[in-house]
């Protein structure tokens, strides 16, 4: 199973919106609505912002936003702030039981 | 609050044994789905494994099958990771995650990883 596909990074001034990509196959992202989205800082465990494509868990921000459109999923980070400043990675399921996460992605504000 | 606490990761030689451990707080750990997620250093995270609520399901990513277990012991709240034939391309922060979704959906709450280093 091939990792998804992510922007190495993508950067953005506070108060703009970012959006990251997140592309896999028809085996995975196309043939699932079960993409999550997590947030890494520095030696920090994973946190889940995303679930579900879209679904945003208790706590996180309306700032963060999922979608996905064919073997595409993506996250925008609305009104950009200094603490969103980290790394983020998708994952997909992949049908029995098994998942693949995206390449990850740093989020860089200018 | 939900828990979630490894403990076991060390350094190994290759060709070595580990056994990897999750202690589980603050939720009814016998009624969710566990998972094994490995990052080694600098790099992205790797899905391990997954064990169904009730221990009947186990599966686990191609490049581990047959020398990483997945166990659980509902009556200790606890999840495993017995490693056997340690590779040095096993060396990582292991983290164990819950899934509120049955096995087929997502990583709600993570521990704080536990790092094995496999050299020799």
Request: with cysteine; aromatic share 12%; proline share 4%.
């Amino acid at each position: 199973q091939s990792a998804l596909t992510q922007p190495r990074s993508v950067s953005g001034s506070p108060g703009q919106s970012v959006t990251i990509s997140c592309t896999g196959t028809s085996s995975d992202v196309g043939g699932y609505d079960y993409v999550s989205w997590y947030q890494q800082h520095p030696g920090k465990a994973p946190r889940l912002i995303i679930y579900d494509v879209s679904k945003r868990p208790s706590g996180v921000p309306d700032r963060f936003s999922g979608s996905k459109s064919g073997n595409t999923a993506s996250l925008t980070i609305s009104g950009l702030q200094a603490e969103d400043e980290t790394d983020y990675y998708c994952c997909s399921y992949a049908g029995s039981y098994s998942y693949v996460f995206g390449t990850g992605t740093e989020v860089i504000v200018l | 609050q939900v828990q979630l606490v490894e403990s076991g990761g060390g350094v190994v030689q290759p060709g070595r044994s580990l056994r990897l451990s999750c202690a589980a707080s603050g939720f009814t750990f016998s009624s969710y789905a566990m998972h094994w997620v490995r990052q080694a250093p600098g790099k992205g995270l790797e899905w391990v494994a997954v064990i169904s609520y009730n221990e009947n399901k186990k599966y686990y990513t191609d490049s581990v099958k047959g020398r990483l277990t997945i166990s659980r012991d509902n009556s200790k709240n606890t999840l495993y990771l017995q490693m056997n034939s340690l590779r040095t391309e096993d060396t990582a922060v292991y983290y164990c995650a819950r899934d509120p979704h049955g096995g087929y959906g997502f990583f709600d709450y993570w521990g704080q990883g536990t790092l094995v280093t496999v050299s020799s």
